[in-house]
Every structure is written in C-alpha cells, then in structure tokens.
C-alpha cells in the first residue's frame, strides 16, 4: 500500500546534538513538508519542498535543515541551534499538480524529546 | 496576517449532532480542508471545500461561506470513536502551503 513512513516513532537528543528524523513516501508525490505540533497549538511548518533538489522555509525554520536529494526522501536534521526540539514532528505529501483539491498525506509521527 | 480560530474543546453525546466552526483570515484562498486527528497519530483527512456551501460525505459535512471566512464541520451520528481533534485548515492560493488552525477537541461521551 501507498503510504509514508516515518522513523524512529520516539528520538531522545542530548544537550549539543543534531538529530536526524527519516521521512520515506511512495505516492509519487511531488511535494513533501515537515510540521512541528505543541500542545493545544496546530501544525506550525518547518520545511517544504516542491520538487527533487529544491526546499524553502516555513514559518519555524531556524534550528532546522532538510535536503530533497529522491523525491521520495525528505529528511529532517534538528541541529544543537533548535533550543527547544521537543514536540511531535509530522512529515506530509501532496500531488498539487495544479489540482487544489489534493490533501496532504502524513505520516505517523515521530516524537522528539530532550535527555 | 494569516489567522484561523477554532474552539478548544467541545463535548458531546453518543448519537448526538455537533457543529465545529471555523473563521480564518488569511492573505489568499485555495481551499479549506478538515481534519480529524486522534491523540498522538497522525491528522486524516476528511473533506474539502473550495466554493461555497455544504459538502456531505456520510455522517460528515462541512460548509463554507468565503465572503465571511467561515466553515463548519458538522458530525451526525455521533460515535465514541468520533473523540479525536478536528483540524481546519486553509491552503493558499500558491497551492503548496497550507496553515492550520489549533483543532478543536471533541470528547464524545455515552
């Protein structure tokens, strides 16, 4: 079945280290992103990315870096500049194709927390 | 700027009728969605309205009125699985970014 799948479900990071959360689709879909979720607040963006090769920043992007090398891989790095990394990060896909129709698909989630 | 504002919590009974509403105020328009998110897993969706009026998908409807940024979702029937937060959500004109509201928690009781 189609689907995306993220990975690891639970990541712990220690103070100084960069964290890199996987994010795998196979709908064939151009368009990926990566949203943080807090408590009682709603999916605030991080990333995008259109396209193979290109990526732009959202609203939350300082702390944060991504790359776009296949078009079914869109990875999330946490860098030791993110000072507060715990929330539960939710990867999506989308077919825009001039359709705005289309939902974005997620994945299950991956939960970030500080030893 | 680019606002959507939802209810925290609401709270209804098995078998019940409830209407969550959402207004926005953003920059552009391309569509709003509704999804409904359980605890801890990941958002689905559950429709999509672009014109105005009522879209209806079984015990699930959502309307839009964009002259006054406004849609509701509306859940008939109500079930104990239908506990979850309902996310609004409005995707800008460019067609690649969407803004989310907070959701609204809804607990269904017995």
């Known amino acids: 079945d189609g689907g995306i799948t993220q990975s690891p479900k639970y990541l712990f990071r220690k103070e100084g280290q960069n964290v890199t959360l996987s994010c795998e689709q196979n709908l064939n879909h151009d368009a990926m992103y990566w949203y943080r979720q807090d408590p009682g607040q709603g999916l605030r963006l991080i990333y995008y990315s259109q396209i193979v090769n290109d990526f732009q920043k959202g609203d939350i992007a300082e702390g944060y870096s991504v790359s776009r090398e296949k078009k079914e891989s869109f990875p999330l790095t946490v860098t030791s500049a993110q000072k507060n990394p715990t929330a539960f990060y939710l990867c999506?896909?989308?077919?825009?194709?001039?359709?705005?129709?289309?939902?974005?698909?997620f994945g299950d989630g991956t939960r970030l927390s500080i030893l | 700027g680019q606002n959507i504002d939802q209810p925290t919590e609401m709270t209804a009974t098995e078998g019940a009728i409830v209407q969550i509403n959402c207004t926005y105020q953003?920059?552009?328009?391309?569509?709003l969605f509704w999804y409904q998110q359980h605890a801890g897993e990941a958002p689905t969706f559950l429709s999509y309205?672009?014109?105005?009026g009522l879209e209806e998908k079984g015990r699930f409807s959502s309307f839009l009125s964009r002259s006054k940024g406004y849609s509701y979702l509306l859940l008939k029937e109500l079930q104990m699985k239908d506990s979850a937060s309902y996310l609004c959500a409005v995707r800008d004109p460019g067609g690649f970014k969407t803004i989310f509201g907070a959701g609204t928690r809804l607990f269904v009781k017995a």
């Open positions: 999506a896909s989308s077919n825009p194709s001039g359709f705005s129709n289309q939902p974005q698909h």
């Open positions: 953003t920059s552009g328009f391309n569509g």
């Open positions: 309205n672009v014109l105005d």
